[in-house]
C-alpha cells in the first residue's frame, strides 16, 4: 500500500473567522486521515525558514506578521495521492480565483489569507512535515478504516 503524507496549515484567519472545524471536516469526509495536528505559535525562525524563497520579496513583512496573529494548526494528513488531493480540495492559492467547491472558493477572497497552506511536492512534504512535526508526533494507527477506503487494487 501507497499512502501518502502531506502537511497542512490552517491559517491564522481560519482561527480567527472560527472555520477550523469546517476546514479539518472536508478533509476528513474526503477520506483523508489525520494522523498528526497540533497548535503551535509560529515565530521568525520557522517562518524565515518555511518561506526561504520569499525572504528577500518585498510582501515577505507582512506574510510573516500575518501568520503570527495567532497560532496556526499543522495537520499531518495520510492518503492514496494525498498531496494532490489536498492541493485539489484547497484549490487555487488566490482565493479570487479558486474554483467553488474548493475550501479556498468557497472561504476566501485573497491571495495571501487563503485559509490553508498545503504542501505542493513529495519533496515539500516531507521537508515540511520534518520542519512541523517531531517523528514521535505522527502516528501510524495501521489498515483500520483502509478498506472502506479505497478498492483493493488501490491499496
Known amino acids: 500500500m501507497k499512502l501518502e503524507k502531506t502537511l497542512v496549515l490552517l ?8 472555520l477550523m472545524g469546517e476546514i479539518i471536516s472536508r478533509f476528513e ?13 509560529l ?5 524565515a525558514n518555511h ?10 513583512g507582512i506574510l510573516k ?16 495521492d494525498a498531496i494532490s488531493v489536498v492541493r485539489t480540495i484547497t484549490g487555487s492559492t488566490n482565493g479570487r480565483n479558486a ?16 485559509i490553508v497552506h498545503a504542501s505542493d511536492s513529495p519533496e515539500s512534504a516531507k521537508a ?9 508526533e505522527i502516528f501510524d494507527f495501521g489498515t483500520l478504516n483502509i478498506p472502506r477506503l479505497y478498492a483493493e487494487d488501490e491499496i
Open 99 to 114: 474554483d467553488p467547491g474548493t475550501i479556498r472558493g468557497d472561504y476566501c477572497m485573497s491571495n495571501q489569507q487563503n
Open 51 to 60: 518561506y526561504s524563497h520569499l525572504v528577500d520579496k518585498p510582501f515577505f
Open 11 to 18: 491559517k491564522p484567519c481560519t482561527l480567527e473567522r472560527a
Open 29 to 41: 469526509k474526503k477520506g483523508l486521515r489525520i494522523v498528526g495536528m497540533k497548535m503551535m505559535q
Open 128 to 136: 515540511e512535515l520534518n520542519r512541523f512535526f517531531c517523528p514521535e
Open 65 to 80: 506578521a500575518s501568520m503570527m496573529r495567532t497560532p496556526v494548526v499543522a495537520m499531518c494528513l495520510e492518503g492514496v
Open 43 to 47: 515565530d521568525d525562525a520557522i517562518l
